[in-house]
């Protein structure tokens, strides 16, 4: 077991734990939500329970709350074991560079299949209605944390030539 020095934490490996960290925070706001140009349409909505109106990751799908953990989990392992020399060899840095990335293609998927949550029929009735179907706070901050984490762990991959 490594020794918990976290001062010998470099700054590329806390700026991968804290991009995971704030990932995880974003899991909590809304991903997706709905929205309307309409003023009659949009008091509508406000009069709506608001998990009809927003929807958190969990609710989002597979695309909003798996990338979360792709940065979160990395981000963790480099600050626990980012000063062991034998598990910086084996390619941990690389490991985090490639499971950011993949988060980082994730989410942008899930940004552009954000409609998809809702099947063909919802989509038609809201279009009709005036309703868009936006993204909400916690896709922009997950998304913020994914480029965060790509930036740190090609820093650190470089930091290793």
Known sequence: MPEL???KVTWREWL?????LLALVA?????????????????VLTSL??????????????????????????GLAVVLFGRVEAVRRAGLPHLWLMAAI???????????????????DQRGILSAAGIEIG?????????????VSVVGAAFDVRARK
């Open 5 to 7: 020095g976290f001062k």
């Open 16 to 20: 991968g734990l804290a991009a995971g």
């Open 27 to 43: 899991l909590f706001f809304p991903w997706t939500t709905l929205t309307a140009s309409r003023p009659e349409i949009e008091d």
């Open 49 to 74: 329970p608001a998990g009809d109106v927003t929807r958190d990751a969990w609710r989002s799908g597979f695309l909003a709350w798996a990338p979360v953990f792709l940065l979160f989990l990395p």
């Open 102 to 120: 993949a988060a980082l293609l994730l989410m942008l998927l899930g940004w552009f299949t954000l409609d998809w949550q809702f099947d063909a």
């Open 135 to 147: 993204a909400g706070l916690g896709r922009y901050l997950g998304l913020a944390a994914a480029v």
